[in-house]
């Protein structure tokens, strides 16, 4: 009887599935993949597979998030403490090129590199390998990438999905005819591997990692390996096939099926990392144990029972939001990169602009689950041993962009593996600053990390023409990285997780406390050395690196002490830090407008109007902080958008994205649509392209960088959602950049921060209908473009009165103080709001005036 309800019980969740599938949700193409960014990713946080597709070879390019070269080394320099005070004086006195060479004699190593594990191939032993139909997709509705094809009178049909909960990846191989299913299994790696197969049935990759790339991203350089004992990782591929009809026989260190049915391949993997300060050659733990472990439980299951736990765990994260747009006008009808390529002649295909958004939240779920690591550059996904800049941490934007949406498209528990790692960046942190510069309290971390937490300064690259301080001085990652906290908990309201964090928040408040130094021509707090990352000072038609207080380090402090203020205030905490703190806060360095009218990068009004750099780190109070706003500091908001203005829509992917939420923030979404736009322009990735030569997208929907890197498509679909819906400022926002192409749509299930989930309707560019749920309870401002009618409370009905003045004493939600009155409508320029006190669990309907 038991076994009877568990099996109707998954008969009744696929049923419940299928019914639930949007079918726009969907990658698919009439061919297989040619090039890697045409194949399609599957993952489960920690197993990463891209599915080519092949007719007559299937390739499964796989990864694994803890494979990387090297091993724990710290890079910190004992120079530091003798070397920081020189770079700041020739800082002081204006010897601007002097200081960015003392910083030289900081520097550390650069960071280990992110590798690719290994290739499953499955070879189809058959004469005629031309199909007479073809189609490949990736279904984002059960994250299941499917290939069908017909030979013959024969009917193929390949399933793959990564099971989260199970800890494997599935492959399933069907046809409609008996018998028809022949092929070979067999792995490779471009590591040091070898392969043995210790049953018919079952294979097994054992592979090493190098203890060294080299540090040049395009050029194969030197690769070292050491002995099989020693540093590098080491792992292992473990691959076990199950047949309906026919039989499996092993053929040298391959897999030979023959006459199955049903071929059913059930793969898992594991390396030697034992913890981010241990070696994994020496003090690794044996890959095989976790491997065997997981791949005997799984083929203890049914195909059926495995898709299924992997549904429903899937989907009880991607289901959760809903964005509709404009009516199918047909184009979903074509493959996915044929839409890409005619949206440049049809920009009206808002289907793609969906596809588009719900496929970054799908990467999100692949590449960052609780208990992995955090997403790298490229996510999960990596096919070279030396990949684009490593494909690590770069941690003065791509990494903090990977987590944008997690919050505010209703994923917080993907969030959850960049706290873990700050929980290491702290250990190495409070080491760099003791070492590099004799700081006793607090974390530090510069702009590039990887697998082992490495905090110091990193160098490495002699081949960068402008040299390595612009981007190597910036210890500004600490505290970065610990805006997310507090951005974590407005968003759930979950104290005992603030709680808990609040030492890291704390820790790297204290390393910034003693980083600023007072400036001796104005008594004002400042950083000395700093740099507006990768960019430089254009002075009298000279280029420098290292300057004082750049626009970026002020706001990132600033923004820091604040979430730092509130956090000891609501946690009743460090009373005398907190005043400490505040005092700090009052006197740093305030934002400048510039001569042209900009929002100034540098410490002086250096900025180049004609400077046409993808990075426009000056605007981090913009976004993703929350310093600058049309409502409250309207003059920063018109110097933000002139820099807008100057630099340009068009740049690498993730700079593209970024404009994309800085322009929603100005609430202008018909410029940030534009951006959108040109974000869609079909890159070919068998076409050679410089590096950073503009952005676009691949045609399996990566952004390109170009080369790929995961942030750009992170970053925008953060941006639609902002465009939507914003609370960033003391009050949920419906509809603040609402491009006028999205005449009429509805979203569901987004989050705002008070721990508000939130569904609106509009048509014809007008909110019809918005509902809010309250988590937390407390206080809830709505602002909208249009007067607000009632809050409906299931049967109860409170309708708006007495126009006040908006009052943003309260602060962010969630709030500490609650008004008395339940309701209080307000009126501001051409914004209108509500205040209403909500109660935990309960559903409020927004009513607006016609």
């Not at 993952?43 to 390739?59: H, Q």
């Not at 750049?550 to 005398?576: H, Y």
């Amino acid at each position: 009887m038991k076994i009877t309800l568990t099996i109707f019980s998954f008969l009744v969740t696929t049923t419940l599935y299928a019914q639930q599938r949007d079918a726009g949700l969907q990658l698919w193409y009439n061919k297989p993949a040619v090039a890697w960014e045409a194949a399609l990713p599957l993952g489960n946080g920690k197993t990463g597979a891209m599915v080519f597709g092949g007719v007559g070879t299937e390739r499964l390019q796989l990864n694994d998030n803890t494979l990387w070269s090297g091993y724990p080394e710290a890079g910190n320099n004992p120079n530091g403490p003798t070397v920081l005070p020189q770079v700041r004086q020739a800082v002081f006195e204006g010897d601007y090129e002097k200081a960015a060479a003392l910083w030289k004699k900081i520097q550390g190593p650069y960071s280990a590199r992110y590798l690719p594990m290994a290739d499953l191939w499955w070879r189809l032993q058959s004469k005629d390998t031309l199909p007479a139909s073809y189609n490949r997709n990736l279904d984002l509705n059960n994250a299941v990438a499917t290939v069908r094809y017909k030979i013959g009178n024969v009917q193929y049909q390949r399933e793959t999905f990564i099971s989260y909960p199970a800890k494997v990846l599935v492959m399933r191989i069907t046809a409609d005819k008996k018998g028809s299913i022949d092929g070979v299994l067999d792995l490779t790696s471009k590591l040091h591997f070898k392969v043995s197969t210790s049953t018919a049935d079952y294979l097994v990759l054992r592979g090493k990692a190098p203890k060294f790339v080299a540090n040049r991203d395009y050029e194969p350089q030197q690769v070292i390996y050491d002995s099989a004992n020693g540093e590098g990782m080491n792992f292992e591929v473990h691959v076990k096939i199950k047949t309906e009809g026919g039989n499996v026989v092993q053929a040298g260190n391959q897999l030979r099926v023959s006459g199955a049915n049903t071929v059913t391949i059930y793969l898992s993997e594991a390396t030697s990392f034992n913890g981010f300060n241990k070696s994994p050659g020496l003090e690794g733990k044996d890959p095989a144990v976790e491997a065997k472990a997981n791949l005997q439980k799984a083929v203890a299951l049914s195909y059926e029972q495995l898709k299924a736990m992997h549904i429903r765990d899937y989907q009880s994260l991607f289901k959760r939001v809903e964005l509709k747009l404009s009516a199918d006008n047909g184009v979903a009808k074509l493959p996915t990169d044929e839409r890409l390529k005619q949206y440049a002649s049809n920009p009206t295909d808002q289907q793609l602009q969906v596809l588009y958004y719900q496929f970054g939240r799908y990467l999100l779920i692949s590449s960052s689950r609780p208990g992995s690591r955090p997403a790298n550059l490229q996510g999960i996904w990596n096919d070279h041993v030396q990949p684009p800049w490593g494909s690590n941490y770069t941690t003065n934007i791509n990494t903090e962009m990977n987590y944008w949406l997690a919050e505010n498209t209703n994923l917080s528990e993907c969030h959850q593996p960049l706290f873990d790692f700050l929980k290491e960046l702290a250990v190495n942190g409070a080491q760099t600053a003791k070492v590099n510069y004799n700081i006793t309290e607090g974390w530090v971390v510069h702009h590039n990390s990887d697998l082992w937490a490495k905090t110091s300064p990193p160098g490495g690259f002699d081949w960068d023409p402008k040299g390595m301080p612009r981007w190597s001085c910036w210890p500004m990652a600490g505290a970065w990285l610990s805006t997310h906290i507090w951005e974590h908990y407005l968003y759930t309201g979950d104290k005992a997780f603030l709680k808990n964090a609040w030492p890291l928040m704390k820790g790297a408040a204290q390393f910034m406390l003693h980083w600023l130094v007072t400036d001796p021509a104005n008594g004002l707090l400042v950083t000395n050395p700093s740099t507006s990352p990768e960019n430089t000072m254009k002075i009298k038609g000279k280029e420098y690196q290292v300057g004082m207080a750049t626009t970026m380090d002020m706001s990132i402090i600033r923004e820091l002490f604040t979430a730092v203020i509130k956090s000891g205030s609501i946690l009743k905490t460090d009373k005398a830090f907190c005043e400490q703190v505040i005092k700090a806060k009052e006197k740093l360095y305030p934002f400048h407008i510039g001569q042209y009218g900009q929002l100034q990068e540098w410490f002086k009004d250096w900025d180049d109007p004609n400077d046409k750099h993808r990075h426009l780190s000056h605007l981090f109070g913009l976004y993703p902080g929350s310093q600058i706003n049309p409502a409250t500091t309207p003059a920063l908001a018109a110097a933000a958008k002139q820099s807008l203005i100057f630099r340009g829509d068009v740049s690498t992917g993730w700079s593209m994205a970024w404009k994309i939420n800085w322009w929603a923030r100005l609430q202008d979404g018909n410029h940030a649509y534009k951006i959108l736009s040109d974000a869609f322009t079909y890159i070919d990735p068998t076409v050679t392209r410089d590096a950073m030569s503009g952005g676009g997208t691949y045609p399996n929907l990566f952004d390109a960088h170009p080369p790929f890197q995961i942030d750009g498509n992170f970053g925008a679909t953060a941006g639609i959602t902002e465009l939507l819906l914003q609370s960033h400022n003391g009050e949920l926002a419906l509809l603040p950049a609402l491009p006028d192409a999205w005449k009429s749509g509805s979203i569901k299930g987004i989050k705002a921060r008070g721990n508000f989930t939130v569904a609106m309707d509009w048509k014809e560019g007008k909110l019809v209908k918005a509902t809010i749920t309250s988590g937390s309870g407390g206080l809830c401002r709505i602002s909208a473009l249009q007067p607000i009618k009632e809050v409906e409370v299931t049967s109860n009905k409170s309708k708006g009165n007495n126009m006040n003045p908006l009052n943003t004493s309260y602060g962010q939600p969630p709030y500490e103080k609650e008004p008395k009155a339940t309701l209080t409508e307000l009126k501001v320029g051409e914004r209108y709001g509500i205040d209403f006190v909500t109660e935990k669990g309960k559903t409020y309907t927004i009513v607006p005036v016609n």
